[in-house]
């Protein structure tokens, strides 16, 4: 792998780089600057840095008071104790309170790998997409990542990133990275028709495109759809979707209940109940080990998706 940024890296990147002129930026953690990546941040810019330990309620309060004060907050936080310990308060001092709150949920889904269910983050697409005024997004790349922060810093309303802890493989590059707020980015086969459709978002759209490969040298065509805003989901695309081709996979690093698959098989059901398959996380607690050795066995990588694709078609 040559990237070795991770998003969470990029993510401090692009707030340091406005930081320096917008002194309304405030950057707070759970105790978690390291895991966050945002170290350099809270030494470059002491003053527009608040530490609250580990106190994942209290994060998410004093962001929603900064943010009535005309702030533009960042709350970082695991995304494991982020969307469950201080759910409340994401329910109520930001989301019905519509407050300018970033939620960064940092090492999502499996991302802490050996220490368990306790420290992984499969249910928070759900949780924080049932939210209203909540959005949701799982960007897939460090450049995209740096596109929606960008995009984060231009308005006012509460939204949930969620990102890995370790570096993943660039799908775009800083000259070509296609993107537009709450429209999802197709990869290869839009408007196309093809045999089957590849949905997914974070961390597995890397995989998803090299299914679509795979498959391509079986005689098997395949669009791909990088779905980074998962809420609000970009409807027209799926719609196009599922009309273009004779199945759609969902991929996902998530609960199988409530997250990408779900939302997809629901307009795919409204639009002409064209078939989905949903590759997720299972519902059971997930085994121990690298992101990678946890996607291998559960068959979320390239040889996964590509088997599940031949398998809808066959």
Known sequence: MAN????RQAIC???????ETDKSIF????????????????ETYPEQFVEMGIAEQNLVSVGAGLASCGKKV??????????????????????????????????????????????????????????P????????DRHQTKCLIEALLQ????????????????????????????????LCGEGEQADVAIIACG???????????????GGISASVLDMYCVKPMDRKAVEKAAKNTKAIVTVEEHSPYGGLGAMVSQIAAETGGVRVQ????????????????????????????AKAAKEMLS
């Open 4 to 7: 070795k940024i991770p998003n």
């Open 13 to 19: 990147d692009t707030l340091m780089a406005h930081a």
């Open 27 to 42: 950057v707070l953690c759970s105790d978690s600057r390291g895991s966050a990546s945002l170290t350099k941040f809270a």
């Open 74 to 131: 960042f709350a970082a936080s695991p995304a494991c104790f982020l969307s469950t310990r201080s759910y409340e308060q994401a329910k109520v001092d930001v989301a019905y309170s519509n407050t300018n709150v970033k939620l960064i949920g940092i090492s999502g889904g499996v991302s802490y790998g050996a220490l368990g269910m306790s420290h992984h983050s499969a249910q928070d697409i759900a949780a924080m997409s049932a939210l």
């Open 133 to 140: 005024n909540m959005r949701v997004y799982l960007p897939s």
């Open 155 to 186: 308005d006012e309303k509460p939204a949930y990133i969620r990102v890995g802890r370790n570096p993943v493989e660039d799908i775009y590059t800083e000259e070509n990275c296609p993107f537009t707020m709450d429209k999802a980015t197709w």
């Open 203 to 217: 961390e597995l759209v890397k995989p998803a495109l090299d299914a679509a490969d795979l498959l391509k040298k």
């Open 278 to 305: 949903n590759l997720s996380l299972p519902d059971a607690p997930v085994i121990t080990g690298t992101s990678q050795e946890v996607f291998d066995y559960y068959g979320l990588n390239a040889e996964g998706i």
